[in-house]
């Protein structure tokens, strides 16, 4: 049977090579100049293709039936699968603290190996081909490129709205849509945030801190690792983590020294301020970056060499530990690593990847309404739906 695969991303190659093997005619068509593109920046060039001992609540979607449909995904896709597959087109896997990369730790070897396995079973892999527009018509699947492709059967791997430029996912999207299927609200997801807080004034630090997301006085969630401050907002793995949940107004709260409480801290503080002669400024020094010091200080609306009263200290002290920046929004689409919504799981069965109602259509990888934090959740979830969809 002729297939069409729109997207060589993570799952549609995947999905390209599942149904050139189980014996169908297969056309990959891409909208760049090349395959992988996506692929090739994640894990910053590393490619963290996954992460051990994933499960159903790592992921989220905007349904009721989330665990459900994610879990028939797990079940279908197994890690021994997972490590199977890509053995067999050349790709050898290691384990770095949970992370798992190719062992040369680099993407382009998990790219090249896959174009070269799909272009050596017979894939025909057609580039620069923007979709403009999916028609169905009599058991016959349209896709406009400019030049109108013909197939049976459809697999539609265009990715989310993430990391591109290009018309083509929206497009998609709003055919889909055309044809009946739910798009959930679309949102930038593991993206930086965006305030207008004098935290900006200490642009450039990286400081390991824990931060938690509040929405008015409800905590939403919490995570842990270096936060990068810039001259926008803040940004890192963690607050990526936090910024599908994130919307404006709500605060983050910052603990700048996680690993010692505010008693202790005093104390310390206490202890270096009884053995030298500093002010505010230089006592937070020792224990701060000076950008972070500064802005320390500039909170406590006191001179930098003023003198360190008790009150002065434990005030520092309360910023250190609880430090709060009001969000006012996230970085766009140009700069989120997944998107947040998009084909509501209600639509696709969840053992075949099969779209609900409609013959012969299948969907995998960011188009669908689920997505994950940091860490190779979401690159699993594109390889195993892609896997799915190609072997159905």
């Excluded at 049977?1 to 729109?6: E, H, P, Q, S």
């Excluded at 068509?29 to 910053?44: D, F, Q």
């Excluded at 995904?73 to 050349?90: C, E, P, Q, W, Y």
């Excluded at 053992?351 to 699993?380: A, F, P």
Aim: charged share 25%.
């Amino acid at each position: 049977m002729n297939v069409i695969v729109i997207g060589a991303g993570a799952s549609g190659l995947v999905a390209s090579i599942r149904a050139k093997e189980k014996g169908d005619e297969v056309t990959l068509l891409e909208k760049e100049n090349k395959v992988g593109r996506k692929l090739l920046m994640t894990g910053n060039g590393h490619c963290n293709m996954a992460h051990v001992g994933i499960v159903p609540e790592d992921y989220y979607d905007d349904t009721d039936s989330s665990n459900d449909f994610v879990s028939d995904v797990l079940d279908s896709f197994s890690f021994k699968r997972f490590t199977n597959f890509f053995k067999k087109i050349g790709v050898i896997t290691k384990n770095e603290d949970g992370y798992i990369y190719p062992s040369s730790m680099q993407a382009t070897t998990v790219v090249n190996a896959l174009r070269n396995y799909a272009e050596s079973i017979g894939v025909k892999i057609k580039t620069n081909n923007e979709v403009n527009k999916i028609d169905y018509k009599d058991g016959i699947y349209f896709v406009d490129c400019g030049y109108v492709y013909e197939c049976e059967k459809l697999i539609v791997a265009s990715g989310g709205l993430s990391y591109t430029n290009i018309d083509s996912p929206k497009n998609v999207l709003a055919s889909l849509e055309q044809m009946g299927l739910k798009i959930d609200n679309l949102e930038p997801a593991l993206t930086a945030l965006i305030s207008e807080s004098n935290i900006t004034k200490a642009s450039g630090v990286r400081v390991n801190a824990k931060i938690k997301l509040f929405d008015e006085e409800k905590l939403i969630t919490e995570e842990f690792g270096q936060v990068q401050i810039t001259d926008y907002g803040i940004s890192g793995i963690p607050v990526f983590n936090i910024s599908r949940f994130a919307k404006a107004g709500n605060e983050v709260h910052i603990d700048f020294v996680n690993d010692t409480d505010k008693e202790d801290l005093i104390n310390d503080l206490n202890v270096l301020l009884s053995t030298n002669n500093l002010g505010i400024y230089n006592l937070l020094c020792g224990l701060l970056n000076d950008k972070l010091a500064a802005l320390i200080v500039d909170e406590l609306d006191v001179h930098k060499d003023a003198d360190v009263t008790q009150d002065i200290l434990e005030n520092a002290v309360n910023l250190i530990k609880d430090y709060e920046v009001v969000i006012t929004g996230k970085r766009d689409f140009d700069f989120a690593q997944v998107t947040k919504g998009g084909v509501s799981t209600d639509c696709i069965d969840s053992k075949t990847m099969r779209v609900k109602g409609h013959d012969n259509l299948y969907l995998c990888g960011e188009l669908i309404d689920v997505d994950s934090r940091c860490g190779g959740y979401n690159l699993y979830f594109a390889w195993a739906t892609g896997f799915i969809a190609g072997s159905n």
